[in-house]
């Protein structure tokens, strides 16, 4: 890992390939989501114009596994796949449970299938909100799913891309039990003396826009740049409540890291995609500068 230069408008010279490096990495986006099937032509389109180089496709359960996989086809060198079970799964609109070990069983042939062509593993992580987990054994067995798919991410030498909500300390723990040494934190909504263990094991932390109405902006002030990466999540964790989040407004997310660090938007694009190419390598072959 490179030294984090001391004066962040220099890191550009310390990394002199990032010098033309001008763009965004969209770490964790749902462009496999329902939202976005009348219109991802255009949505692509205009995350493009707003400087996008590539966005990671996370998966949430293997039913869109398919899915993910064709749209990283149908726009090559752009949507990166990343397949995994996430720790809440939907039994329909209304109704959400924990993951459960069955659905990894239906994924995991579905990710072997695929697995070279894979970017990470993603979403997975654990989700302790209150209505997802009723008694010891909905988190215990959260947290058998989630160990697993490290297992699996660390025979296919991928990174993780997590989730936690509710579950800041016990995530990053589990991780670093499990000698996790690659993974991105998505919206990480613990402590920031929790998201500094996870620096100090390496870990990035990825920023979503709706970090301008959050409460998490005391992290942002405490990580290094050097560990931190971008991302929409989109449809979800949009600047406004209950509208569609798309790809384009990761400029939201790099603008906010920018003010709250004193350093340039040119920095913040600089040193976040040179974070996402440290951490998912395959987007190398893909980014051309
Ligand atoms: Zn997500």
Redesign the pocket.
């Known amino acids: 890992m490179r030294t984090p230069p001391s004066n962040p408008e220099e890191a550009n010279v310390l990394v002199p390939s990032a010098v033309h490096m001008h763009g965004y990495v969209d770490c ?1 986006c ?1 462009i496999s989501s329902g939202d976005f099937d009348k219109d991802i032509e255009e949505v692509i389109e205009s995350s493009k114009k707003a400087g996008l180089l590539a966005l990671l496709a ?1 998966a949430e359960h293997a039913g869109e596994f398919d899915k993910i996989i064709e749209l990283s086809r149908r726009f090559p060198g752009f949507i990166f796949p990343c397949l995994g079970v996430h720790p809440v799964q939907e039994v329909s609109p209304e109704q959400q449970r924990g993951a459960s070990v069955q659905d990894l069983e239906a994924a995991l042939p579905i990710i072997e299938k695929y697995k070279d062509q894979l970017v990470a593993i993603g ?1 997975v992580g654990l989700d302790f909100t209150p209505r997802y987990v009723h008694c010891d054994a909905d988190k215990d067995s959260q947290r058998q799913v989630l160990i697993r798919q490290a297992q699996i991410a660390k025979e296919l030498d991928l990174p993780l891309n997590v ?1 936690s909500r509710s579950a800041g300390r016990p995530t990053i723990h589990l991780l670093k039990e499990q000698g996790v040494e690659k993974a991105l934190l ?2 990480f909504d613990g402590k920031p003396s929790v998201a500094m263990e996870g620096v100090k094991a390496g870990y990035f932390f990825s920023i979503p826009p709706s970090i301008i109405r959050s409460e998490q902006q005391k992290l942002v002030k405490q990580l290094p740049l050097e560990n931190i990466c971008l991302e929409t ?1 989109s449809p ?1 964790l949009g600047p406004e409540k209950q509208v569609r989040n798309e790809p384009k407004n990761i400029c939201i997310s790099a603008e906010y890291i920018s003010k709250i660090k004193g350093v340039s938007l040119q920095t913040v694009m600089e040193v976040t995609t040179q974070n996402a190419l440290r951490l998912f390598p395959k987007l190398k072959s893909a980014i051309r500068p």
């Open positions: 964790h749902h996370v979403e989730h998505h919206a999540d979800a």
